[in-house]
């Protein structure tokens, strides 16, 4: 049972990061309907600025310079990379197909830049908090609190803020949207500015649990974020962060019961459940519903 406890924290903690990379994922997709698979890779990017920036600065300097690295450079590639496609009328299997190369550029480039040697951030130290069997570290409880004040500003951005409702609305018809006056150009902006925000900070808040990176990290990562963000309903951030902590929960525990090697394969169980539950998947719903926002 202690170890079943243990696992369940640990789940927690997986569970922060997830909800921050699951909810951005799914703030993307859901305003522009483009499935980013370069999502992990920027995550990767961003551990890597945080990195470079912890070698001169204190780590919570170097934590919302990867945060603001993710929103800048989310935007730019949308900008000048998918938007030029969207606008020469590549539809939405098209678009998949150039975010995954936008990843692998990225990796590259990082691989290119850093080689493929480990990279640890600096430990924040802190006392250690024991429950039972459980022990939290200082970057545990970091992670945590990250995750919960960064859900909490997503709930009252998307509830009670003006810019929240205009989002909203260009996710459920951005023709209708624009067509009511709503800048629909500045809101995907915005839109893609936080959901990048949140992966740099997921990027940043994986380095420090695993300890040590690689340049393919972040893009190993990308599967439990997809069952996340499928698990949820895809461009719901409310079921992405339910999903975020079923999902973390769920790996954790199979691997204190089952073995670590069986962790990353929980979410492709929980992917192909859902899947199979919902048998139209997620992009047959979605192309059958919208395209591509531009």
């Known amino acids: 049972m202690g170890l079943i406890l243990a696992a369940v924290g640990f789940g927690v903690i ?8 699951g909810v951005g994922f799914t703030l993307q997709f859901g305003v522009t309907n483009v499935l980013n698979l370069a999502f992990g890779s920027t995550m ?9 920036v912890s070698q001169s600065a204190p780590l919570v300097v170097a934590v919302a310079a990867g945060g603001a690295f993710g929103a800048v450079f989310s935007v730019l590639v949308n900008r000048f990379v998918f938007m030029p496609f969207i606008h020469r009328g590549t539809r939405l299997f098209g678009m998949i197909i150039v975010t995954l190369s936008m990843g692998l550029v990225v990796q590259y ?13 600096p430990d924040i130290g802190g006392p250690t908090f024991h429950l039972g069997s459980f022990a939290i570290t200082g970057p545990q409880v970091g992670i945590l609190g990250l995750g919960l004040v960064a859900m909490a500003c997503v709930h009252v951005l998307l509830r009670y803020t ?10 459920t018809n951005s023709d209708l949207a624009r067509s009511c006056g709503i800048a629909t150009d500045r809101v995907i902006d915005v839109a893609w500015a936080i959901s990048g925000c949140l992966c740099g900070l997921a990027g940043v808040a994986l380095a420090l649990d695993v300890t040590a990176f690689t ?3 972040g893009g190993d990562f990308l599967i439990p974020i997809i069952a996340v ?29 089952i073995s670590p090697d069986y962790k990353d394969a929980v979410a492709f169980v929980i992917l192909i459940l859902v899947l199979l539950v919902r048998p ?15």
Not at 109 to 121: D, E
Not at 164 to 169: C, D, F, I, L, V
């Open 14 to 21: 997986t569970a922060s990061i997830l909800a921050l990379a």
């Open 44 to 52: 990767t990017a961003a551990a890597f600025v945080a990195y470079v």
């Open 109 to 121: 480039s990082l691989q290119a830049i850093f080689g493929a040697s480990f990279f640890s951030l």
């Open 162 to 171: 003006t810019l929240g409702k205009a989002m909203r609305a260009t996710a």
């Open 215 to 217: 340049d393919t990290t």
């Open 229 to 257: 963000a499928v698990l949820g309903g895809v461009g719901q951030p409310y079921g992405a962060m339910l999903g975020a902590l079923v999902v973390g929960v769920a790996s954790e525990v199979a691997a204190a019961v």
């Open 280 to 294: 139209q998947g997620i992009l047959a719903e979605v192309s059958g519903a919208k395209e591509v926002a531009s």
